[in-house]
Nanobody, 112 residues
Framework: QVQLVESGGGLVQPGGSLNLSCAAS????????MAWYRQAPGKQRELVAL???????NYADSVKGRFTISRDNAKNAVYLQMNNLKPEDTAVYYC??????WGQGTQVTVSS
């Protein structure tokens, strides 16, 4: 059983930055893929960014060039650096890994 705990969400103005963290209960070194999803009110959950065990990444078109996903196997953590945030990035952000396992989510609100 894997437990994922997200942190780092909050309220930020447009153009601002946030860095989300996802702490895993066990070793992530063998977890083939880890990802961040988000779900805005009234919308379906969508993939934001994915990182494979070898470091290959994939991003939703809407966040390319602004968001960066990374993983630290030694700390059993995955991160999402979000820059130049826009109001449309407002959502609950979830950490995911194959199982599937989900975290409880962290709220990100982009508003002036």
């Amino acid at each position: 059983q894997v437990q994922l705990v997200e942190s780092g969400g909050g309220l930020v103005q447009p153009g601002g930055s946030l860095n989300l963290s996802c702490a895993a209960s066990g070793s992530i070194s063998s977890m083939y893929a880890m990802a961040w999803y988000r779900q805005a009110p009234g919308k379906q959950r969508e993939l934001v960014a994915l990182i494979m065990v070898g470091g290959k990444t994939n991003y939703a078109d809407s966040v390319k060039g602004r968001f960066t996903i990374s993983r630290d196997n030694a700390k059993n953590a995955v991160y999402l650096q979000m820059n130049n945030l826009k109001p449309e990035d407002t959502a609950v952000y979830y950490c995911w890994t194959m199982g599937p396992y989900w975290g409880q989510g962290t709220q990100v609100t982009v508003s002036s």
